[in-house]
């Protein structure tokens, strides 16, 4: 076993325990948390395809601020302790039936797909066309949706606060 297929192996088992206790923690703190390791193994293993960009994105914009912003956002709000209530019968059973339509939707898209070896080399990063496009505000440019999205995010926090105070 190369040392390769055992970090991809590592790496999936973190994926796969950590989704799991993200969705079934009764506490929405440890919930929050297990998401945090499984968005970090993720970027593991787009280090290990060897696109460094995208996994310090990985790193830097999910792991880093997406989730630092849902604990912050839990911490503020003062429901450190609070415990999800156990869902319905009927709940699990429809979560249950999206979840393998999901799978199942996505498992023959990737078996019908015909991957093929290639024997050219891999492009290229150039990194300053990257960052032209982050800073461009026009054709190509990523600018304003980061502003929008920030935008957004900022909007939905603001809410989220204002609905949890209003609860007490």
């Known amino acids: 076993m190369t ?3 055992l970090m991809f ?3 999936s088992l973190v994926i796969l325990v950590f989704s799991f206790l993200t969705i079934f923690s009764r506490k929405i703190l440890r919930a929050a948390v297990s998401l945090l390791f499984v968005l970090v193994a993720t970027s593991g293993l787009y280090f ?3 696109y460094q960009f995208m996994a310090g994105v990985q790193l830097t914009l999910y792991a880093g601020g997406i989730v630092v912003l849902i604990i912050f956002s839990i911490l503020l709000t003062s429901h450190i302790n609070q415990k999800f209530e156990v869902p319905g019968l009927m709940n699990l059973v429809l979560g ?3 979840a393998i339509v999901g799978a199942t939707l996505a498992i023959t898209s990737i078996l019908k797909y015909p991957f093929k070896m290639t024997t050219e080399p891999a492009i290229k990063v150039n990194m300053q066309e990257i960052g032209n496009q982050l800073m461009n505000t026009g ?4 600018a304003l949706p980061f502003e929008v999205i920030s935008i957004l ?3 939905a926090m603001i809410a989220a606060i204002i609905i949890a105070k209003k609860g007490k």
Not at 139 to 142: D, F, S
């Open 3 to 5: 040392t390769n297929l």
């Open 9 to 11: 192996i590592l790496l």
């Open 48 to 50: 290990m395809l060897d």
């Open 96 to 98: 249950g039936v999206v």
């Open 139 to 142: 054709y190509n440019g990523y």
């Open 153 to 155: 995010l900022l909007a």
